[in-house]
């Protein structure tokens, strides 16, 4: 006879191969039924961007099938993004589970286009997503998401978040009166704006919260790091030498603050031909990769610069919704199950010792 102890005794050898645990010890197996011989039962990914659900089922039937008499296995699927191993707390902003930083050492290197088309890929993926544009003296959210009117508030004062493509946002340039003119601020009012949308706007129930920093280590930096407990930061850089050397300044200042290194995306590293769809080097070749190995950080992708990404951060569709079929569509969809499966691996590895500094995440 087929019992759900022998079912769960099998599946304690398949481990997840981003947490080198298995998957009963982890929890992801539930609601095991067996009819005679057949059996099916729920694996609850840690992420709906999980890229390797397709080994894990592997796996998980290869196991099954080794039981005497087994019958025919239906596997079901959900998902549950673990929360951060930080402790709740006034650092933390409530229904959020994960806020990640993506960051640049320069302006120019497409950090935004990399953090709306990524925030966009998990969302359509099924997570729930929210885009904070942290960049106040230049934001360029509005106009790469197709949005622009003002928010509204609820009856607490608190501001209600615009939503497009599947994305809750949140921008300054919502607000400005006049989109063309210029925020001459000095740095307290950006760190009391940026302080504002993260506690004052009601996101709501997020899984990933993605927040587009302006470049270089100055005030909206500093804020995010000292408020907020970050569950990462990704680093978005150009294959130059030049811009590799700026990335490390930034990348280096939160590890300084102590927030985990998820990883670096080497952008416009190629150039995407529309009608043959074959890359051609720009820049110099190999600098993310460089940079990854100098810098101690894993390289979470490497994106082509493609007329797809430009002209639909002018008409405020990402390549994902206007060309979602397209080669670099592709790439943002795998780039996007890299980030979240580096974040649950981040999420549930065990704290460092006092004194010791946040562990640097292997490379793919």
């Known amino acids: 006879m087929l019992t759900e102890h022998a079912v769960r005794q099998a599946l304690s050898t398949v481990h997840d191969p ?47 099938e080794r039981l005497p008499g087994i019958g025919e296995i239906t596997i079901r699927w ?9 402790p709740a707390g006034p650092g933390t902003i409530p229904g ?3 806020t990640i930083a ?8 497409g950090k935004s286009t990399v953090s709306v088309n990524l925030a966009v890929a998990l969302a359509q993926t099924g997570a729930k997503v929210g885009l904070l544009d942290a960049d106040i003296y230049g934001p360029s959210i509005p106009l790469m998401m197709g949005v622009n009117r003002p928010p509204l508030a609820t009856e607490d004062n608190r ?25 001459v601020w000095r740095g307290p009012m950006v760190a009391k704006a940026l302080g504002q949308f993260l506690h004052e706007v009601n996101w709501g129930t997020l899984d990933y919260l993605l927040v587009d920093l302006p470049p270089g280590t100055g005030d909206a930096q500093l804020t995010l790091s000292q408020s907020l407990a970050l569950s990462g930061v990704v680093i978005v850089m150009t294959p130059q030498d030049l811009a ?22 080497e952008n416009m590293g190629t150039f995407l031909c529309p009608t043959c769809h074959k890359e051609s080097h720009i820049f110099s ?9 100098t810098l101690q950080a894993p390289l979470l992708g490497e994106i082509p610069l493609d007329p797809e990404l430009c002209e639909g951060g002018d008409d405020g569709r990402p390549a994902l919704v206007r060309s979602p079929a397209s080669p670099v569509s592709d790439i943002f969809r795998r780039l996007a199950g890299t980030l ?3 974040v649950s691996v981040e999420s549930l590895a065990p704290p460092p010792g006092p004194g010791q500094p946040l562990p640097i995440l292997p490379s793919r």
């Open 102 to 109: 993506v960051a640049s050492g320069k302006g120019g290197v």
């Open 18 to 64: 981003e947490l080198h645990r298995d998957l009963v010890s982890l929890g992801m197996i539930r609601d095991v039924r067996i009819a005679g011989p057949n059996v099916s039962f729920e694996v609850v990914l840690t992420t709906p961007a999980c890229p390797l659900k397709a080994q894990i089922e592997r796996d998980c039937r290869a196991a099954l």
């Open 285 to 293: 070749q190999g600098g993310g990769r460089k940079a990854s190995q």
């Open 340 to 342: 979240a499966a580096r």
């Open 96 to 98: 959020v589970t994960h």
């Open 78 to 86: 959900g998902a549950q993004v673990p929360a951060g191993r930080r």
């Open 159 to 183: 501001i209600i978040p615009l939503e497009a493509h599947g994305v809750k946002l949140m921008s300054l340039g919502f607000l400005l009166p006049d989109h063309t003119a210029p925020v």
């Open 244 to 265: 590799a050397t700026i990335a490390g300044k930034v990348l280096l200042m939160f590890r300084q603050m102590q927030v985990p290194i998820l990883g670096i995306v």
